[in-house]
């Protein structure tokens, strides 16, 4: 029984998951941070209001509060932004800078010296005009 749960445990993709959770949650920090103390403060100064959550909605006696849906929405929109613009992008052109370009495939046909068609490399013959090719 505890085998089972020691292969389960040293297995890789059940160590890559946890150090990736990890790593996410610290990450996830760093992203707050960065969108909390830098980009909504230098949004605050354009617009002058630092949230929406005043924006409220009276409905027969009941509070529609669509200004913290906005404050939520805005939210995950700037931070969505951040890991692109701050991870996603530097991290696809370096992974790009060390890529090696794939060859290309070599052709499978060539053209008939007499009629032009399109027939496959390895043919004697061609299949449209019987024409010798050499």
Do not use: W
Request: aromatic share 8%; hydrophobic share 50%; glycine share 6%.
């Amino acid at each position: 029984m505890l085998k089972g749960f020691r292969d389960f445990i040293l297995r890789g993709n059940v160590v890559d998951l946890a150090v990736a959770v990890v790593i996410g949650a610290a990450f996830g920090s760093v992203v707050t941070a960065l969108v909390g103390d830098l980009i909504t403060p230098l949004i605050t100064a354009i617009v002058h209001k630092p949230d929406f959550s005043y924006l409220i909605l009276d409905v027969h006696g009941g509070k529609i509060k669509y200004g913290d849906f906005l404050n939520a929405l805005i939210s995950f929109l700037l931070i969505a932004a951040a890991v692109y613009f701050f991870v996603v992008l530097p991290v696809n052109t370096l992974l790009n800078k060390f890529k090696k370009p794939v060859p290309a495939a070599p052709p499978s046909t060539k053209p008939c010296p007499e009629c032009l068609s399109d027939i496959p490399v390895a043919a004697k013959r061609c299949s449209h005009c019987t024409q010798l090719v050499a």
